[in-house]
Structures are given as C-alpha cells and as structure tokens.
C-alpha cells in the first residue's frame, strides 16, 4: 500500500520561501509520476505541478517562475521548492501518484494515491 506523506507547510510572509516534501517511505516511485495540488478555502483544489518518471516538469502558469518541483527516487520523495510566495498561494497542499501520470498537465485524474495535505499560509 502506497502512503504518502507532506511535510514542510507552515505560516510564512509574503515574499518568503517554504520547501514541501513528500515521502512514501519503502515504496518505490520510479514509475509514478508525481504532481503537486492546493485547495483554498472555498474553492476548488487546483494543479500547481508536476513530474514524471523521467524527469520532465509542468507548472501552471500561477506559479511558473516561483515553484520548482523535483525528485529523489533513492529517497521515494518528491519536493516543492516555493520561492516570493504570494497571499493567494494559501491553501492546503497535497502531493498525489500515480502510473503515467503527469502527461502534458496537472490533472487529478492521473492520480490515485493522494498524501493527507500540509497547510501552507502566506500572510503578514
């Protein structure tokens, strides 16, 4: 069973960095693609990037130039690197896996294994 978890989420100021983690402890992810979600309150959960096995990213528009994913398949982990953070990047984020995932979008529907979500708050 394949069990993702986040960490690194936390209270930051607007134009600060957080650096997200999210690990699936003794279960390989060399064939999953990997993607990155946030939900704000009230409104929908949203694609902000993701990865696939080889190594190949995607970022929406949002955070392009801010963010950067990456991988470690030695660690089964995969982090997001979130740089001059905005007020609107507020929300719970989750990582999620899945085979093949990642083709050409951040789209949840080529996910089936989801983490539990770290709250990410940018506020003064």
């Known amino acids: 069973q394949l069990h993702l978890v986040e960490s690194g989420g936390g209270l930051v100021q607007p134009g600060g960095s957080l650096r997200l983690s999210c690990a699936a402890p003794?279960?390989?992810?060399?064939?999953?693609?990997l993607g990155w979600f946030r939900q704000a309150a009230g409104k929908e959960r949203e694609g902000v990037s993701c990865?696939?096995?080889?190594?190949?990213?995607v970022y929406v528009d949002s955070v392009k130039g801010r963010f950067t994913i990456s991988r470690d398949n030695a660690k089964d982990t995969v982090y997001l690197q979130m740089n001059a953070l905005k007020p609107e990047d507020t929300g719970v984020y989750y990582c999620?896996?899945?085979?093949?995932?990642?083709?050409?979008?951040?789209?949840?529907?080529?996910?089936?294994?989801w983490g539990q979500g770290t709250q990410v708050t940018v506020s003064s």
């Open positions: 999620a896996a899945g085979i093949g995932g990642c083709d050409g979008a951040v789209s949840a529907p080529e996910y089936n294994h």
């Open positions: 990865i696939t096995s080889g190594g190949t990213t």
């Open positions: 003794g279960y390989g992810l060399d064939y999953h693609g």
